[in-house]
């Protein structure tokens, strides 16, 4: 089954604990990004990845480290969390950012305390 | 820097309706447009995607329009049903930032039986 998988779906962790989350997709994707939810605010993008060893910055990425070694993952690192990152994160890939349509993992709701 | 709003924030219409989502945003140098439905506790499915090429797609029940050059889009469902019951969000992607999306704060749709 296509998919992209997120792990763990729910995380509560205290102030300054380094924590990943990661992302996995199966369908070959080049493209993949990371967004976060939060009341009032929508979603944000974190940081995206145009294809293996290309990132860039989306609109919120302070306090966020993301890697693509390899084409099916893209964890997103928290280095020092903060309760201000307390959120939804979602991860999504799709074939190509442009023309195709984006598929999302399921969550991961992150409590920092 | 790109803006997109939905309005309304919420919508509640009796079974058999047909209704419009809108979207509008700011920037009109748009890669593309999609339409995503989110679920309670879950991730986001894309609906349609709409390149900046092009004025509509249609899919089963929804059609979505673009007008970029009024930085707006419609989303039309017809003969709503108890599960359309969902957010509905849509998102652009950037033209000169490739690789970069922005999305709408959702509407809530409340279909009722």
């Known amino acids: 089954e296509a998919q992209v998988t997120q792990n763990p779906r729910y995380l509560i962790t205290v102030t300054g604990k380094k924590l990943t989350v990661t992302c996995s997709q199966n369908m070959n994707h080049e493209y993949m990004s990371w967004y976060r939810q939060d009341p009032g605010l929508g979603l944000r993008q974190i940081y995206y990845s145009m294809n293996v060893e290309v990132t860039d910055k989306g609109d919120v990425p302070e306090g966020y480290k993301v890697s693509r070694k390899e084409k099916r993952n893209f964890p997103l690192i928290l280095e020092s969390p903060s309760p201000n990152q307390t959120s939804l994160y979602f991860c999504?890939?799709?074939?190509?950012?442009?023309?195709?349509?984006?598929?999302f993992g399921q969550g991961t709701r992150l409590t920092v305390v | 820097k790109q803006e997109v709003t939905q309005i309304p924030a919420a919508l509640s219409v009796p079974e058999g309706e047909n209704l419009v989502l809108n979207c509008s945003f700011t920037?009109?140098?748009?890669?593309?447009l999609q339409w995503f439905r989110q679920d309670p506790g879950k991730g986001l499915t894309s609906l349609l995607l709409i390149q900046s090429s092009q004025r509509e797609q249609t899919s089963g029940r929804l059609n979505a329009s673009l007008d970029k050059s009024s930085g707006r889009s419609t989303l039309y469902i017809a003969a709503s049903q108890p599960g359309d019951s969902a957010t509905y969000l849509c998102?652009?992607?950037?033209?000169?930032?490739?690789?970069?999306?922005?999305f709408g704060d959702g509407t809530t749709l409340t279909v009722k039986p």
């Open positions: 920037d009109s140098a748009i890669y593309n």
């Open positions: 999504a890939s799709s074939l190509s950012w442009a023309h195709t349509e984006a598929f």
């Open positions: 998102a652009v992607s950037g033209d000169t930032n490739a690789g970069k999306s922005t």
